[in-house]
């Protein structure tokens, strides 16, 4: 469904993603971790056609995002990690205008629109301005006009930045909804706890570059092999995801 192939952006001397190249299967939820700078959000602007690869490209169920930028975000909702919504706009004219934008037919848009105010729990302020919302509200009404077109892929970069506890809890169930319906998910996220619960594939990026991938009972093999590892374990004696990621990035650490 998702295939980067040895992208890759620089600027200048600065290599920011170092030739990404890896598969992401239909219907998988993929973790997208690392650290601030890592290059996560460069490599998603370039995946969605925001931002021009140096070299190489995405292909997004079999159309190329360089190439056929049109088909490729056509199957894709996406979720950034500062999303813009118009403030003097109710929720209700912001989903008509997302709607007009991907050509949703008006019918089909309207009956869209009211089904994912009501499972985004908007329905009761959907008439009005989206400036009076609570950031919470505002990356769920986000993530609903993401999803107005149906796509098959689901990009969010760090959904949950700023939510409170119960709004992050909420996001979390709703992202589990909508990996049980079979979207192709790909979260960059800062929370590990979330990427453990959720994804079924998981790619740690430093410096641009991928240092480890796979599901996390294979992050935690090779994470356990390092001579470090024993430091790095919970109170049970099994490495979290948090002390798997610490690990492997440490392990890379000298390579810079």
Same mark, same amino acid.
């Given at each position: 469904?998702?295939?980067?192939?040895?992208?890759?952006?620089?600027?200048?001397?600065?290599? $920011?993603?170092?030739?990404?190249?890896?598969? =992401?299967?239909?219907?998988?939820?993929?973790?997208?971790?690392?650290?601030?700078? !890592?290059?996560? +959000?460069?490599? =998603?602007?370039?995946?969605?056609?925001?931002?021009?690869?140096?070299?190489? %490209?995405?292909?997004?169920?079999?159309?190329?995002? #360089?190439?056929?930028?049109?088909?490729?975000? $056509?199957? %894709?909702?996406?979720?950034?990690?500062?999303?813009?919504?118009?403030?003097?706009? +109710?929720?209700? &004219?912001?989903? #008509?205008?997302?709607?007009?934008?991907?050509?949703?037919? @008006?019918?089909?848009?309207?009956?869209?629109?009211?089904?994912?105010?009501?499972?985004?729990?908007? +329905?009761?302020?959907?008439?009005?301005?989206?400036?009076?919302?609570?950031?919470?509200?505002?990356? #769920?009404?986000?993530? $609903?006009?993401?999803?107005?077109?149906?796509?098959?892929?689901?990009?969010?970069?760090?959904?949950?930045? *700023?939510?409170?506890?119960?709004?992050?809890?909420?996001?979390?169930?709703?992202? !589990?909804?909508?990996?049980? @319906?079979?979207?192709?998910?790909?979260?960059?996220?800062?929370?590990? !706890?979330?990427? @453990? &619960?959720?994804?079924?594939?998981? *790619?740690?990026?430093?410096?641009?570059?991928?240092?480890?991938?796979?599901?996390?009972?294979?992050? #935690?093999?090779?994470?356990?092999?390092?001579?470090? $590892?024993?430091?790095?374990?919970?109170?049970?004696?099994?490495?979290?995801?948090?002390?798997?990621?610490?690990?492997? =990035?440490?392990?890379?650490?000298?390579?810079?």
């Amino acid at each position: 469904m998702i295939e980067f192939r040895k992208l890759k952006k620089t600027y200048g001397p600065l290599t $920011a993603v170092d030739e990404l190249t890896l598969s =992401i299967d239909d219907g998988c939820v993929f973790g997208f971790i690392g650290r601030n700078g !890592a290059g996560k +959000t460069t490599t =998603i602007r370039m995946m969605m056609g925001l931002l021009e690869p140096t070299s190489g %490209t995405v292909v997004i169920g079999g159309h190329d995002i #360089r190439r056929e930028p049109e088909k490729a975000k $056509a199957l %894709t909702g996406y979720l950034p990690d500062h999303p813009f919504l118009y403030d003097k706009l +109710t929720a209700y &004219e912001f989903l #008509r205008f997302v709607g007009g934008l991907y050509g949703v037919p @008006e019918d089909v848009r309207d009956e869209r629109s009211a089904r994912l105010l009501e499972d985004f729990a908007l +329905t009761h302020r959907a008439s009005e301005l989206i400036e009076t919302y609570s950031h919470g509200m505002k990356q #769920r009404l986000a993530l $609903a006009s993401a999803l107005l077109h149906e796509p098959r892929v689901l990009v969010l970069d760090e959904p949950m930045v *700023g939510l409170d506890p119960q709004g992050a809890l909420d996001f979390r169930r709703l992202l !589990a909804r909508l990996a049980d @319906e079979g979207r192709t998910i790909f979260l960059s996220t800062h929370s590990l !706890a979330v990427a @453990e &619960e959720l994804c079924d594939r998981i *790619g740690v990026l430093d410096h641009g570059r991928l240092v480890a991938l796979g599901d996390l009972a294979e992050l #935690r093999a090779r994470a356990s092999a390092m001579p470090s $590892a024993r430091e790095l374990r919970d109170l049970n004696g099994s490495a979290t995801l948090e002390s798997v990621f610490l690990q492997l =990035i440490h392990a890379t650490e000298g390579e810079w």
